[in-house]
């Protein structure tokens, strides 16, 4: 791992952070009392978390974490849960947020549940400087910000789902950047439960694990938390979409580096000699199927992905990601990269094309479909809330999906948010405080 030392690693103080958030937290605050009764306490905690920034670096991803900044949001929620009483509340070098809630009186011999969400927010869209605001959605298309004088906006043609949501305030950034509702929504109701909690211990929990993660968007995720010392016999990450979603299944996942070598030569004199490296990634990429990428594919359809890519004459270098829930798809995509590369090389008569295959996570139902109870016991949650459980696959994964091969079980629930990973990202407002009480009837059923 690379160095963990202060100075490189630990980002701004708590108490700077805070300071620097409080006055525009208080104004957007002041908004949205302008238009309702109540200002919940889950929305103060998101309003204030997604303003600090967390992105991710894939480009270091041999150190965790992979961004200092991650111990900015890691230092000030540790501080809030020892505010709230865990008094063990601790960032680890790694910027994991690790603390426990004692149970609630009977319930001190159940086994302990954990709660988890993450830390860091992808880089695939700008994430830094976010600037929350609530639009109050009265139909059509929602319109988040404007940039350089055009609207940025989702239409109810791309997301249908937005015509249920009519009258309802929403989260958004202000078009410049992504949201962070992708995981902040979930930290902010996992800590308003706490919040709860501290506020009237007699609410029925057993002890409770809580753990927020660094880097989770480039598959790091929970690989460093120590799960004896976690002490949990079961566990939720809160990193899923729109409310009521219960996801048991995920991806198995790759990631394939793909190098093609060129030889440049005059252009004028390149007939026989010259190799193009930037052609020979195009003439690789034209061998994996066309209809089996994301943007064609939905449900348990597995998918290849470009990620990006790099080329000159000389060098090309294209990173993809492969997916599929079936194991044997999923081995066959991979196999089909590699013939894919060796295809093209018999045909230049050398080596010029390599592949390097980088194994991400497995589908987490090899080992959730062993523990029913807790698909079961988080419907049960979701009904005694009115909301209707989707149990869906998810087409991702979670760091419930390491976290249940390393052997702590580990489904995915919903945080309310839409349109993850771009500028058009919002979370309803009754979303963040429908998964708070969720939450809550969830830990009461295992107490």
């Known amino acids: 791992m690379a160095d963990s030392t202060p100075s490189k690693r630990r980002g701004m103080p708590w108490h700077t952070v805070l300071e620097f958030l409080l006055h525009t937290t208080t104004k957007i605050g002041a908004v949205f009392m302008e238009n309702t009764t109540t200002s919940p306490d889950v929305l103060e905690r998101f309003l204030r978390y997604v303003q600090i920034n967390t992105q991710s670096e894939d480009a270091n991803c041999d150190q965790v974490p992979s961004s200092a900044v991650q111990f900015d949001l890691a230092n000030v929620l540790a501080e809030e849960l020892r505010e709230l009483g865990a008094e063990d509340a601790h960032v680890t070098e790694h910027a994991y947020v690790c603390a426990h809630i004692p149970a609630s009186a009977g319930a001190e011999d159940k086994p302990a549940l954990g709660l988890i969400a993450h830390l860091d927010t992808t880089e695939v869209a700008p994430g830094a400087g976010v600037k929350p605001h609530i639009v109050h959605y009265e139909g059509g298309d929602l319109v988040c910000g404007t940039v350089d004088g055009k609207p940025v906006a989702m239409s109810t043609a791309k997301l249908p789902a937005l015509n249920d949501l009519a009258g309802e305030d929403l989260v958004c950034s202000d078009g410049t950047t992504l949201l962070g509702a992708d995981d902040k929504a979930g930290v902010a109701e996992i800590m308003s439960l706490v919040a709860r909690i501290a506020q009237d211990p007699s609410l029925?929990?057993?002890?409770?694990?809580?753990?927020?993660?660094?880097?989770?968007?480039?598959?790091?995720?929970?690989?460093?938390?120590?799960?004896?010392?976690?002490?949990?016999?079961?566990?939720?990450?809160?990193?899923?979409?729109?409310?009521?979603?219960?996801?048991?299944?995920?991806?198995?996942?790759?990631?394939?580096?793909?190098?093609?070598?060129?030889?440049?030569?005059?252009?004028?004199?390149?007939?026989?000699?010259m190799v193009n490296a930037g052609n020979l990634f195009c003439d690789f990429n034209a061998l994996l199927p066309y209809v089996q990428r994301p943007e064609y594919t939905e449900g348990y359809e597995g998918f290849y992905h470009l990620e990006g890519v790099s080329a000159t004459v000389d060098h090309a270098t294209a990173r993809y990601i492969v997916r599929d829930h079936d194991a044997a798809k999923f081995q066959q995509k991979l196999d089909l990269v590699d013939a894919a590369a060796s295809m093209l090389n018999q045909r230049l008569g050398e080596e010029r094309v390599t592949v390097e295959i980088k194994q991400q996570y497995r589908n987490m139902a090899e080992i959730v479909r062993d523990y029913p109870e807790l698909i079961d016991v988080a419907k049960e949650a979701y009904l005694a809330c009115g909301v209707e459980p989707q149990v869906l696959p998810i087409r991702g994964g979670t760091d419930g999906a390491q976290l249940s091969f390393r052997g702590l079980p580990c489904p995915n629930l919903s945080t309310g948010g839409y349109c993850y990973h771009g500028v058009n990202e919002f979370v309803p407002v009754s979303s963040l405080v429908k998964m708070t009480d969720v939450l809550q009837e969830l830990v009461a059923r295992f107490a």
Request: charged share 25%.
């Open 204 to 273: 029925p929990h057993p002890a409770l694990g809580i753990c927020f993660c660094p880097d989770e968007e480039i598959g790091h995720g929970a690989e460093l938390l120590d799960i004896d010392t976690f002490g949990c016999k079961y566990a939720y990450t809160v990193d899923g979409g729109p409310i009521g979603e219960l996801e048991w299944e995920c991806f198995n996942a790759a990631e394939a580096t793909v190098r093609f070598e060129g030889q440049s030569i005059h252009p004028g004199d390149a007939k026989g000699r």
